[in-house]
């Protein structure tokens, strides 16, 4: 039997785009023919449900009831791969808890395999996230995520000051996530289906849709560009328990 | 469109007046497909990308639009009307310098796939220059739209001599002579349709513009007519396809065809 994998994307600044990137991180498992179940922590409303409502729960981190939910039940589960999109300023606290638990141990002895894409926005708070986030996951998959919802640009013209946030982490790699069109976006939204889903232009409950040709083809480029990243730092090694090859090295 | 002939109505046919560089006649090429269109009371809607210096829109603004091809929302306003097989001819004035962005586009949309599946019939038109980059132009046409039929077009007002060109296996040429001052004022600035006078019978008396009209556009009337008919022909299977990278018949014969 397969190490069960758990993906955690977080972050503890809003609006950085956790969501979006567990929506895609979805579509992209199950495109490969993986199994996945997802946890939305957005309680009480949930936000990733909307768009994938087979498969999520919405749950509340902060109760043990809920936080069984997940990890008591990966071996057993049926899904190879859960993901969980947590709420802003959450990731910290669930970390240490799950520290305290023993889960993150279990992790280090391989019982499971837990991957944390920390998404970040392009500000300094988010980006001070990393100092306080990376050192809780030293023995997981540590993935820095740079969401660029708008055209800046992570302090990439400063070297300096790049470095001083990227430098000394130890990762399993950094993605980027391009700028999705807005008007795509909205269009998903609104749709409130799967991003591959609207690309097969198929409504929710799968049935053909009117989606704009062009929109689609919005979406479906800036997937195949995510996709390319995901191929890059060899998320489907990571999640499959491979022995980590060059570019995917557990911290 | 669609009305009359059998043939017709089989494939929704999208022309695309295009080019490499500037002021090879792009936009007079699409005026005079609209207005051949217009005149033979023919279904089309024409767009147009230039949205700085936009013509068509401007003289036929219930039938064609400016497309801001740099924006999602221009993008839609193009290319959602035409992946649709509706039996509406399309005419788009590609501004020269969205050749390179529309190509690109076509290709992240997957717009030939598209366009081949729905039964959709790109015919580019590609206008000559003298310039090296008019090959560029054509290779990259070919390559982005295999199925395309390319019709060189050879405007004699901007380009009086004959230009060498390359190596092709287009579908048709089309030459537009230099038109007179009064007929390009004409057609470049009012809604007056020049062809109505070649497939209409004419009224007793006929000013000195019609007279103009029926002598220069009726050589261009011939070669969009013969256009269109091979065109139909093609797309019924009962033609030659002189495009060597296509395949004649692109159907069964029907119970009844010939």
């Not at chain 1, 495109?31 to 087979?54: C, M, S």
């Not at chain 1, 069984?68 to 240490?96: C, E, H």
């Not at chain 2, 033979?40 to 024409?46: E, H, L, T």
């Not at chain 2, 639009?65 to 004035?93: E, P, W």
Request: aromatic share 8%.
């Amino acid at each position: 039997m397969t190490t069960p994998a758990l993906i955690v994307v977080g972050a503890d600044k809003g609006g950085v785009g956790k969501t979006t990137l567990s929506r895609v991180l979805i579509d992209y498992l199950q495109t490969q023919g993986i199994a996945v179940r997802a946890f939305d922590a957005e309680f009480p409303r949930g936000t990733l449900k909307r768009f994938h409502p087979d498969l999520t729960d919405v749950i509340d981190l902060t109760q043990t009831s809920d936080q069984m939910k997940i990890l008591d039940t990966l071996q057993d589960a049926g899904a190879k791969v859960s993901v969980v999109d947590i709420r802003a300023g959450r990731l910290g606290p669930t970390l240490k808890t799950w520290d305290e638990i023993g889960f993150l141990e279990a992790v280090r002895d391989r019982v499971f395999t837990f991957a944390l894409f920390h998404v970040l926005g392009p500000s300094i708070s988010s980006l001070d996230e990393i100092t306080s986030v990376a050192p809780l996951v030293a023995n997981s998959f540590y993935l820095t995520v740079k969401n660029h919802i708008n055209d800046t640009t992570f302090f990439e013209w400063n070297p300096t000051a790049y470095e001083s946030y990227f430098s000394g982490v130890k990762s399993a790699g950094d993605i980027s996530i391009p700028k999705l069109d807005e008007l795509a976006y909205e269009q998903v939204e609104l749709a409130a289906v799967p991003f591959s889903r609207f690309v097969e232009n198929r409504n929710a409950a799968n049935e053909p849709a009117n989606h704009s040709f062009v929109l689609r083809g919005h979406v479906r480029n800036w997937m195949r560009q995510i996709s390319a990243e995901l191929d890059r730092v060899k998320l489907l090694d990571i999640v499959g328990s491979k022995k980590p090859k060059k570019g995917a090295v557990a911290a | 469109m669609n009305e009359g002939t059998g043939l017709r109505g089989r494939a929704t046919f999208i022309y695309i007046c295009c080019s490499r560089e500037a002021r090879v006649g792009n936009t007079l090429t699409a005026r005079l497909l609209l207005d051949y269109f217009l005149s033979s009371r023919d279904r089309a809607i024409g767009f147009e990308t230039d949205i700085i210096h936009p013509a068509l829109s401007r003289l036929f603004p219930e039938l064609c639009s400016a497309a801001d091809l740099s924006a999602a929302r221009g993008q839609s306003i193009l290319f959602d009307r035409l992946i649709v097989a509706d039996g509406v001819t399309k005419v788009v004035d590609l501004w020269h310098a969205h050749l390179d962005l529309f190509l690109r586009l076509i290709s992240d949309f997957d717009f030939h796939a598209e366009v081949v599946q729905n039964r959709v019939q790109p015919i580019l038109l590609l206008h000559k220059d003298d310039r090296e980059r008019f090959r560029e132009g054509y290779l990259a046409l070919r390559k982005a739209l295999p199925t395309a039929h390319i019709v060189m077009v050879h405007n004699r007002g901007v380009l009086a001599h004959e230009v060498a060109g390359p190596r092709t296996n287009a579908f048709s040429e089309i030459v537009i002579n230099s038109l007179s001052k009064e007929l390009r004022f004409a057609l470049e600035a009012t809604r007056w349709l020049g062809f109505r006078l070649i497939v209409r019978t004419p009224a007793s008396t006929i000013t000195p513009l019609e007279v103009l009209a029926r002598s220069e556009l009726r050589p261009i009337h011939t070669q969009l007519e013969q256009l269109r008919l091979k065109l139909d022909l093609v797309h019924a299977g009962v033609g030659p396809s002189p495009d060597k990278s296509r395949p004649a018949r692109t159907r069964p014969r029907g119970p009844g065809e010939r």
